[in-house]
């Protein structure tokens, strides 16, 4: 199974400053079709999760441009670039490049 | 509207069985592929089964293998999850989720179940 370890675990922020969440992947996501299915996800409090980029930096449709995401092979990045109050959540990546599916264990955003 | 609407959790004994329900409306539902994602109270999202839209393709976690069944019925627009044998670690919030060509990007608000004696 392919492993996501995400880091940090928590990530204060201060407001209008960005913010940086690393994903790993114990193998390359490429799949043989020459995509890298390489998602990040947004979960507010008590609600559920939200796509905000797909296939590592595209992003989906209605997400705000501060939101980006980078990478390739095994290592990838989402930043925000002044973070939000709207913004604080957990955010996970996921890969479905390869059954079974996995996510990373998730980021915690907070306002400092 | 996209709507993903699920159903059919609640508190069941260990050993017991449940079928959830996934409604979807405002797409069509037969163009994609479509998953169950469960997430256990205060923790991280796990995925437990996918499904193509034909049925050819279907994928399970191992924590669930053998005793989860995923299935469809696209004349109903319904995606369904089987679970037999529950225990105790299968209490999650399990959502479902429209696969658009290898992402999720559409998300019930999902439905709790609950396995306790």
């Known amino acids: 199974d392919i492993v996501m370890t995400q880091t940090p675990l928590s990530s204060p922020v201060t407001l209008g400053q960005p913010a940086s969440i690393s994903c790993r992947s114990s193998?390359?996501?490429?799949?043989?079709?020459?995509?890298?299915?390489l998602s990040w996800l947004q979960q507010r409090p008590g609600q559920p999760p939200r796509l905000l980029i797909y296939?590592?930096?595209n992003r989906f449709s209605g997400v705000p441009d501060r939101f980006s995401g980078s990478g390739a092979g095994t290592d990838f990045t989402l930043k925000i670039s002044r973070v939000e109050a709207e913004d604080v959540g957990v955010y996970y990546c996921?890969?479905?490049?390869?059954?079974?599916?996995?996510f990373g264990g998730g980021t915690k955003v907070e306002i400092k | 509207e996209v709507q993903l609407v699920e159903s059919g959790g609640g508190l069941v004994q260990p050993g017991r069985s449940l079928r959830l329900t996934c409604a979807a409306s405002?797409?069509?539902?037969?163009?994609?592929?479509m998953h169950w994602v469960r997430q256990a109270p205060g923790k991280g999202l796990e995925w437990v089964s996918g499904?193509?839209?034909?049925?050819?393709?279907?994928g399970y976690a191992d924590s669930v293998k053998g005793r989860f069944t995923i299935s469809r019925d696209n004349a109903k627009n319904s995606l369904y999850l089987q679970m037999n044998s529950l225990r105790a670690e299968d209490t999650a919030l399990y959502y479902c989720?429209?696969?658009?060509?290898?992402?999720?990007?559409?998300w019930g608000r999902g439905t709790m179940v609950t396995v306790s004696s």
């Open positions: 996921m890969q479905v490049t390869q059954y079974p599916l996995t």
């Open positions: 499904i193509s839209w034909k049925s050819a393709n279907i």
């Open positions: 296939k590592i930096s």
């Open positions: 193998q390359s996501l490429v799949h043989s079709d020459g995509n890298t299915y």
């Open positions: 405002g797409f069509t539902f037969n163009d994609y592929a």
């Open positions: 989720a429209k696969d658009l060509s290898g992402t999720f990007d559409t």
